[in-house]
């Protein structure tokens, strides 16, 4: 079972910017899409942004222009450039792969904070 472990997540300023990077195990993360989740208090968790095996990009329109999702599949790793931040933006973030039935196991997330 590939087993998801996100990080980079942390405190900025509202304009700023963090890297998010999600490291997966397991031999089956290339063949798969992923995506980015977040989840604020009190919400349900939503996809934000995705990537297909082969590169192709979506992105909920609250985050188009801002965030940048890519993927490295030598390293088993994908990753949320997050520009200009916003207070909204405020969530843990998740990565999984939004089209696997069963998604595999969530991992534990990491918090972002935008706040001056």
């Known amino acids: 079972q590939v ?5 980079g997540g942390g405190l900025v300023q509202p304009g700023g910017s963090l890297r998010l990077s999600c490291a997966a195990s397991g031999r089956d993360f290339s063949i ?4 980015w989740y977040r989840q604020a208090p009190g919400n349900q968790r939503d996809l934000v942004a995705s990537i297909t095996r082969g590169g192709t990009k979506n992105y909920t329109d609250s985050v188009k222009g ?4 890519s993927r490295d599949n030598t390293k ?3 990753y949320l450039q997050m520009n200009s931040l916003r207070p909204e933006d405020t969530a843990v973030y998740y990565c999984n792969a939004p089209y696997r039935r069963p998604q595999y196991y969530w991992g534990q997330g990491t918090k972002v904070t935008v706040s001056a």
Request: net charge neutral.
């Open 66 to 69: 801002r965030f940048t999702i």
């Open 76 to 78: 088993n790793t994908v």
């Open 32 to 35: 798969n899409a992923m995506g």
């Open 3 to 7: 087993q998801l472990v996100e990080s």
